[in-house]
């Protein structure tokens, strides 16, 4: 694909990145994203052939991919597992304010939607999810934790729950009050 495809393409997956994350999959209609977009349905139906799904299921795993990015960046400067927790919990208090609340998690919205009834998606999600715990199981057992896998599944839910009262409430208090608990957990 040349660069114009590429830059097509990358703008359909901006377009459902920012619907999903603020409303989920029933706001990333394929109307939507091509009017978010500014590109043609043609090139909508040429780059994602397997419609909204592909869509989406591209979109989310480049959400994934972005945010995991950022989660290995903290990893390689956080001293340890509770500087990490801090740090990405910071990132992601940031990121929501600065979205005016409207970007949470980029998968929870479509994860609560999808998972019951469209394996594809759940898959993708489960996916992303995984993704994002693995770097802090391996940092919670390089730190000596045996109950690492455990640590970090609480951590992470504990992390999506968190942004789900900020988002509801409009307020990072929540973000915080489970980052001194985290915190707290992992002794740091």
Known sequence: MGRKGDETRGRLLDAAQELIEAGGYSAAGLNQVIAASGMPRGSLYFHFPGGKDQLVAEALRRAGRELGRAIDDLTGSAPDAAALVAGVLKLLGDRLDASGWRKGC????VALEMAAG???????CAEVYDSWESPLRERLAADGRPDAA???????????????????????????RVGRKVAALLGG
């Open 106 to 109: 980029p998968v929870a919205t």
């Open 118 to 124: 469209n394996d594809a998606l759940q898959q993708v």
């Open 150 to 176: 455990d640590v970090a599944a609480t951590v992470l839910a504990l992390v999506e729950g968190a942004l789900l009262l900020a988002r509801a409430r409009r307020s990072r208090e929540p973000l915080e």
